[in-house]
Nanobody
Framework: QVQIVESGGGLVQPGGSLRLSCAAS????????MGWYRQGPGKQRELVAA???????NYVDSVKGRFTISGVNAKNTVYLQMNSLKPEDTAVYYC???????????????WGQGTQVTVSS
C-alpha cells in the first residue's frame, strides 16, 4: 500500500508565501516523478509543477518565477515553495506521484487527499 500525505496549506495574504510538503511512503520500488496539481472553485484540475527523479522540472505558465518545486530522490518527498501568491492561486492542491511498487511492474498514479490554499486579504 502507498500513502501520499500533504501538508502546509493555509490562509495567506496576497504577496505572501507558503511551502507545501508531500511525502510518499509504503510499498515503493521507484518513483518516476512527483508533482502538484490544483483545483480552484469551478475550475478543472490543472498541473502546477512536477519534478522527475532526475531533477527535470515543469511548471504551468501562471506560476513560473513564483513557485519552485524540489525534492524526490532518497526521501520520496517533494516540496512546493510558493511566493508572491495571488488570489487566483486559491485552490485545493493535490500531490501526485508516478511510481512502481515492485521491479518490472507498470507505473501508476497515486494521489494525496489535498490541502487547501487560500490567498485573501
Amino acid at each position: 500500500q502507498v500513502q501520499i500525505v500533504e501538508s502546509g496549506g493555509g490562509l495567506v495574504q496576497p504577496g505572501g508565501s507558503l511551502r507545501l510538503s508531500c511525502a510518499a511512503s509504503g510499498r515503493i520500488f521507484s518513483i518516476y516523478a512527483m508533482g502538484w496539481y490544483r483545483q480552484g472553485p469551478g475550475k478543472q484540475r490543472e498541473l502546477v509543477a512536477a519534478i522527475t527523479s532526475g531533477g527535470r522540472t515543469n511548471y504551468v505558465d501562471s506560476v513560473k518565477g513564483r513557485f519552485t518545486i524540489s525534492g524526490v530522490n532518497a526521501k520520496n518527498t517533494v516540496y512546493l515553495q510558493m511566493n508572491s501568491l495571488k488570489p487566483e492561486d486559491t485552490a485545493v492542491y493535490y500531490c501526485n506521484a508516478i511510481l512502481r511498487v515492485v521491479a518490472g511492474a507498470a507505473e501508476y498514479d497515486y494521489w494525496g487527499q489535498g490541502t487547501q490554499v487560500t490567498v485573501s486579504s
